[in-house]
């Protein structure tokens, strides 16, 4: 065997090797995607109600479909009477299995409470109003009662809906709004504050810092990317929500500005990097046909190299953006995780990450507390994607432009 022959072996085996890895790499990205979507979108062919129970009324009641939305109202009493859902004119009476008790004896339901199906169904029977939430094994032959079929969640209910309780009895509410503004929100606030410091911080170091001084500065902005998110969320507890409470004269200082601010200092390592980059790339004859035509260092900036920059910069914003979207920890420790929509950013907000990671350890396998979970996660995959697509977008036509 000839050394040559040996040379291109072992190169051809080196290759198949690389080439695996970048195959198993590939399926399993694929894979997880796949998963991801797998487990989430069976929610939209579900009811919102807990498998193992049903909603049952009095025969008589020509109501036969009702939402979750509706359903809530009617168990938080903020709907008294059937007349307001195209039903009779007859007030609503909740029943639950607690509430049994107030209409028979202990003695009539039974020691073992063998005798709770029939009075549940003859409780149904005789009170015209009735609305109860039994389970599914009280309903069998003779059972006096009718039930009545939840409307399965819909991707408009899911997606423009308000109210995030996905464990509320007897419906779970499922709308994610408030938590897709709030991350927005919070992202948005972030950018705002670490573009401009950033932006400073890149063009000090790329055009005015000596090495000296950018060789110091380099290494720890970079540094600041290493740091645990837990560790900012910390600095967050301690310093930065009291201070907001104190300044801004509020009941509680976890808000909507709390996350922006942590959120802003972890996404500056990323926007002051890949901006710094990037007005380095600025050909040196053009700065200094700027100068010698008389324009000061500043308008050099300004006019030359920040144009010519813009790309690069642009993508260190999105990135930047990217950054913030996806924190889970720090944002989780000081923004109140309230699933309200926001109106301002003193106001307590949750985000979506923040949602998942306190949310589903929580969720059964498989429920649908589990799979609205995994719809959150799709929709963090699809803003990242879009964000990353934007970045090779922006990327692809500032190396246009250079040719």
Known sequence: ????????????????????????????????????????????????????????????????KIDSKHVMQIFDQEITNWESMSGKKDSIILLRMEDVSTYYSD???????????????????????????????????????????????????????????????????FGILALLLGTLWVSLGAILLSLP???????????????????????????????????????GLVVIVPLIQKVFNLPVGETALAGSIILAIMALPTIITIAEDSLRTTPRAMKEASLAL????????????????????????????????GETMAVLMVTGNAAVIPHTFLEPVRTIPATIAAELGESSQGGLHYQALFILGS?????????????????????????
């Not at 991801?36 to 009324?57: A, D, T």
């Not at 005015?208 to 560790?231: C, H, M, Q, W, Y």
């Not at 803003?383 to 090779?392: G, K, R, S």
């Open 379 to 403: 929709i963090l995959f699809i803003i990242t994607l879009i964000i990353n697509l934007t970045v090779e977008y922006v990327s692809s036509r500032n190396k246009l432009a250079k040719r």
């Open 197 to 235: 410091l950033g932006l400073a911080v890149a063009i000090y170091m790329a055009e005015i810092a000596d090495s000296k001084v950018r060789n110091t500065f380099k290494p720890l902005i970079e540094l600041l990317a290493g740091i645990p998110s837990v560790i900012y969320g910390f600095f």
């Open 294 to 325: 008389g324009a000061s260092r500043w308008q050099t900036i300004y006019r030359i190299v920040i144009p010519y920059s813009i790309s690069g910069i642009t993508a260190a914003a999105i990135l930047g953006i990217g950054r913030a979207i």
């Open 1 to 64: 065997m000839t050394k040559s022959f040996r040379k291109n072996l072992f190169e051809k085996i080196i290759e198949g090797i690389l080439a695996l890895s970048g195959s198993i790499t590939s399926l399993t990205v694929l894979l997880i995607v796949v998963f991801l979507f797998k487990e989430g979108f069976g929610l939209f062919s579900q009811s919102p109600i807990e498998s193992s129970y049903v909603l049952v009324v009095n025969k008589s009641n020509p109501i036969t």
């Open 107 to 173: 003695e009539q339901i039974g020691e073992n409470l063998e005798n709770l199906p029939a009075c549940v169904s003859n409780l149904t029977d005789s009170l015209t109003g009735v609305i109860a939430f039994v389970p599914k094994t009280y309903i069998k032959a003779g059972f006096k009662g009718k039930v009545i079929e939840p409307v399965n969640i819909s991707g408009k209910e899911f997606f423009l809906g308000k109210e995030w309780y996905p464990t509320a009895e007897p419906a779970a509410q």
